[in-house]
């Protein structure tokens, strides 16, 4: 693992998630950069999958159950060769095959057409028993929203996971604190996350900063030691981190940037590149 | 016909469950804590690794099912059709339809002949429902016999399929040859002066009713029409032409099923005089299943009378 690296590709992911949602004049920054180490973690460091095997029965599984945070996924995506840099301008346009949530059926490389919150982690669910039914030791990544963890079938999901011992499943929460109608703890709180997993018979690690890659890398490494049981990594992060204006900002939760606000955003990416 | 033999098509659905889990490894079956009733139960005691109970949490099955299907299993989620398709119709159009995954729906206890349980158990929705969902086969089979046709033709066909299943015994119309093909009905009795297109329970309904018109010089084309999606446009476009007058009965609200179904193809194909048996914009009651048949003009004499008042009128 080459931090510095890394670094470098989850700015470039930042990047891809305002050129994408500026493009489409639509979309949701925040909750996709708050997000950007985890997938830049996740598909270039921990899971066995890559555009020569989308179709691989023994692949690795990623569901986005947070689906409207695809601009992040696609720039790791584009990043990987899935496909060129250049469609990431063709979010969210007619017919483009980079959807305004994602979509199995439009773009190779997609596990699962996601975007109704609550629903993807039972997929991921679904997908996690059918390696146990078929003897495949692939693993099964799911990222959540912490405002969508308020949906019920969140729950029940976990309930059967944990139920049936599907350790083969790895749960991420991205803990940014922020929902389209604020603090999640005002809009309906669903703290504490780490004891409700617990107390759904989830192993629980707690990632005090996710932006923070060698965090990322000992609760993933950690995830991979648990037996009989699924993991949950709850990891505290910041909406919009990266760019100035979106930080900490749950206006900036399903807004694109206009064209001064995309010159800044750039700018300060810029900035931090030039500093890694 | 008290001779004839009754079986649930609910029997149907465990029965062939059975069969062809033998012939595919990759079929794998979850219920909502429903097992015993909606039959699944008899897959789970040939195939206890292949069953799966995801307890009283429909929303959540629909989409272990459709994640089931991405990495390449059969799923069959199965609950009464209320909560299969009215708790979880969202799951379903999102998780299943719009990533058109190979997932089957079992759903039981359709419509009122659920009986006792009211209407709160009754659904009269789902096939409305169901048919809305952009690629979703819809199939309510007659009798045991179509059941099993339908469930094995289910499997053969790659992408998701609905199918409801009755709680109650119905009487076998099919011999046990019968030749099921999804989209296709089938001309179960010949006619010149009204066609019944029905499905489900109230195709023996409608046959009885047959029966009953030709007492009256009244003769009578029965349609089973197990198949609402896709529908079998041209035999309901051939059979309006021959006959001039369409009745559709259904165990079903007249709102978005069958007759739905039927009115949609013959407004736009062949205008024909129309009448819609079902469940009138209301919602069910409990009571014994014969009863509320009666009461809601669902059996053999509620479709006579039906059909020959709109024959006559």
Redesign the interface.
């Known amino acids: 693992m080459n931090i510095s690296e890394l670094k470098k590709t989850a700015n470039q992911v930042r990047k891809d998630i305002v050129t994408a949602t500026f493009y489409a004049k639509a979309g949701h920054p925040g909750g996709s950069l708050s997000s950007a180490e985890i997938f830049t973690y996740l598909y270039s460091e921990e899971m066995n999958i890559g555009p020569a095997k989308t179709d691989d029965?023994d692949r690795d599984?990623f569901?986005l159950s947070k689906g409207h945070t695809c601009p992040g996924l696609y720039g790791i995506m584009a990043e990987l060769g899935y496909f060129d840099r250049e469609e990431l301008k063709t979010f969210r346009h007619v017919g483009a095959r980079l959807q305004g949530h994602p979509?199995?059926?439009n773009l190779p490389g997609i596990?699962?057409?996601t975007?109704?919150l609550?629903?993807?982690i039972?997929?991921?669910?679904?997908?996690?028993?059918?390696?146990k039914?078929?003897g495949k030791t692939y693993r099964v990544y799911t990222l959540l929203g912490d405002g969508e963890i308020e949906e019920?079938?969140v729950w029940?999901?976990a309930?059967?996971a944990g139920a049936?011992k599907l350790d083969n499943l790895c749960v991420i929460v991205d803990n940014n604190n922020l929902q389209i109608d604020g603090p999640i703890d005002e809009v309906n709180s669903p703290y504490p996350i780490d004891k409700k997993f617990e107390a759904f018979n989830f192993h629980v690690i707690n990632v005090a900063d996710g932006h923070d890659f060698a965090q990322l890398a000992a609760a993933f490494a950690e995830a991979r030691t648990i037996k009989g049981q699924p993991t949950a990594i709850i990891c505290k992060t910041i909406k919009g981190k990266g760019v100035s204006f979106m930080e900490n900002n749950a206006g900036w939760h399903g807004k694109a940037p206009n064209a001064e606000e995309y010159k800044i955003a750039m700018a300060d990416l810029e900035r931090i590149g030039e500093a890694l | 016909m008290s001779e004839v033999k009754k079986i649930a098509t609910r029997e149907g659905y465990g029965e062939a469950l059975v069969e062809l889990g033998a012939e595919y490894p990759?079929i794998?079956v979850l219920d909502a804590d429903l097992a015993g009733s909606t039959k699944s139960g008899m897959f789970k005691k040939a195939y206890p690794?292949?069953f799966?109970n995801?307890?009283i949490?429909e929303?959540?099955m629909?989409?272990?099912?459709?994640?089931?299907?991405?990495?390449?299993?059969i799923?069959f989620a199965s609950s009464f059709a209320m909560f299969a398709v009215g708790r979880a119709y969202?799951?379903i159009r999102?998780?299943i339809g719009?990533?058109?995954l190979n997932v089957k729906i079992g759903a039981s206890h359709g419509g009122i002949s659920v009986g006792e349980d009211g209407a709160s158990h009754q659904c009269i929705e789902d096939i409305s429902l169901m048919r809305s969902i952009p690629g979703m086969v819809v199939m309510c089979p007659a009798d045991y016999v179509e059941a099993k046709a339908c469930v094995r033709a289910a499997v053969k066909y790659d992408g998701p399929v609905y199918m409801r299943f009755g709680r109650a015994p119905v009487p076998v119309v099919f011999p046990e040859d019968y030749k099921f093909e999804i989209g296709k009905g089938n001309v179960l009795r010949e006619g010149k002066d009204v066609s019944i297109i029905t499905n489900g329970l109230c195709v023996a309904a409608s046959l009885e009713a047959a029966e009953m018109l030709a007492k009256d010089g009244i003769d009578a084309e029965v349609i089973n029409m197990c198949t609402v999606k896709p529908l079998d446009e041209e035999l309901v476009v051939k059979t309006a032409a021959k006959t001039g007058k369409v009745v559709t009965a259904e165990e079903h609200s007249i709102i978005g099923g069958l007759g739905s179904a039927v009115a949609e193809c013959l407004a736009e194909k062949c205008p024909t005089k129309l009448y819609r048996i079902g469940i009138r914009d209301v919602f069910g009651e409990s009571g014994p299943m014969n009863e509320l048949l009666h009461k809601y003009l669902l059996d053999g004499e509620g479709v006579y009378k039906q059909v020959k008042a709109f024959v006559e009128g």
């Open positions: 029965p599984r569901v979509s199995m059926r596990d699962m057409s975007g109704s609550g629903q993807g039972s997929c991921a669910v679904g997908m996690a028993l059918a390696a039914i078929t019920g079938q029940e999901a309930m059967f049936k | 990759n794998v690794d292949r799966y995801c307890g949490a929303g959540n629909m989409s272990i099912a459709a994640g089931l299907a991405a990495a390449g299993m799923p969202e799951q999102n998780s719009y990533p058109r």
